[in-house]
Each structure stands twice: as C-alpha cells, then as structure tokens.
C-alpha cells in the first residue's frame, strides 16, 4: 500500500463512526464505511487533479477527504429510514 493511501484510509474508517458516537446516526455503519472510502477516493483525485494544496500531508488530501468523509456519514444518516416507537 503506498504511504499516501494509509492517512486517507484511516480518514475513511475513523470519520464516519463519530456522527454515530455523537448521535445515534448512522446506524448503517458499513455503508457509511463503504461510501466514505468511495468519498475519500473522489476527494484524492479531485485534489490532485486541482492542484489544491490545503490540508495537504505529504501526497494525501487530508482536508478534502476528511470533508467528504464525513459528507458520506451524514448522507447515510439521512437516507436512513426512521424507526418511530
């Protein structure tokens, strides 16, 4: 595994459990995982394709994957259905 991917991976296994700490949501944790690897990826690419160096941790766009982590919880979290009891 290249070095830039491990930074990134933990973003996208350590973020979208922190909503579900917070708030109960999202109770699919496996689909938040899914999606914000998948999130995690689009935002490497898309900041090496703009050039963007914010948030940059040698080639690893920590701050843009983090955001779209945490875009990807909060995605699951609402296309949950809600339980009424």
Request: hydrophobic fraction near 60%; charge should be positive.
């Given at each position: 595994?290249?070095?830039?991917?491990?930074?990134?991976?933990?973003?996208?296994?350590?973020?979208p459990p922190?909503?579900?700490?917070?708030?109960?949501?999202?109770?699919?944790?496996?689909?938040?995982?899914?999606?914000?690897?998948?999130?995690?990826?689009?935002?490497?690419?898309?900041?090496?394709?703009?050039?963007?160096?914010l948030g940059?941790?040698?080639?690893?766009?920590?701050?843009?994957?983090?955001?779209?982590?945490?875009?990807?919880?909060?995605?699951?979290?609402?296309?949950?259905?809600?339980?009424?009891?």
């Amino acid at each position: 595994m290249p070095p830039a991917l491990i930074p990134l991976a933990l973003v996208a296994l350590g973020v979208p459990p922190a909503p579900r700490a917070a708030l109960g949501r999202p109770r699919s944790l496996g689909a938040a995982w899914v999606l914000a690897a998948a999130a995690v990826a689009l935002a490497q690419a898309a900041g090496e394709i703009s050039g963007s160096r914010l948030g940059v941790l040698g080639d690893a766009q920590l701050l843009l994957a983090a955001i779209a982590a945490l875009v990807a919880a909060f995605a699951v979290s609402v296309a949950e259905p809600r339980h009424r009891g």
